[in-house]
């Protein structure tokens, strides 16, 4: 089993920025890839920012040059910077992690509320 403990988000204004954070535990010496799902009213979860166990990273189109994903395998952490945050990045944000290639893992989320 897998545990992911996000922290941070909160509200912040249009133009500001936000950290936002997971901690994972438990089995976790097979992690393939870590990154952040967000998810706001009435859309489909979507894939933010994530990376891979290489170090390469992918973003999505929304939020490429504002965002910034880093990790820290030594304290197994991750990490979302946001920048320059927009009323539509308003969302739940997902810690998430593959395993093996296979298992999905999902943290409770954190609500990020960014005000115009």
């Known amino acids: 089993q897998v545990q992911l403990v996000e922290s941070g988000g909160g509200l912040v204004q249009a133009g500001g920025s936000l950290r936002v954070s997971c901690a994972a535990s438990?089995?976790?010496?097979?992690?393939?890839?870590m990154g952040w799902y967000r998810q706001a009213p009435g859309k489909q979860r979507e894939l933010v920012a994530a990376m891979r166990s290489g170090g390469s990273t992918e973003y999505a189109d929304s939020v490429k040059g504002r965002f910034t994903i880093s990790r820290d395998n030594a304290k197994n952490t991750m990490c979302l910077q946001m920048n320059s945050l927009k009323p539509e990045d308003t969302a739940v944000y997902y810690c998430?992690?593959?395993?093996?290639?296979?298992?999905?893992?999902w943290g409770q989320g954190t609500q990020v509320t960014v005000s115009s």
């Open positions: 998430w992690t593959l395993i093996s290639g296979w298992y999905n893992y």
């Open positions: 438990g089995s976790i010496s097979s992690i393939n890839a």
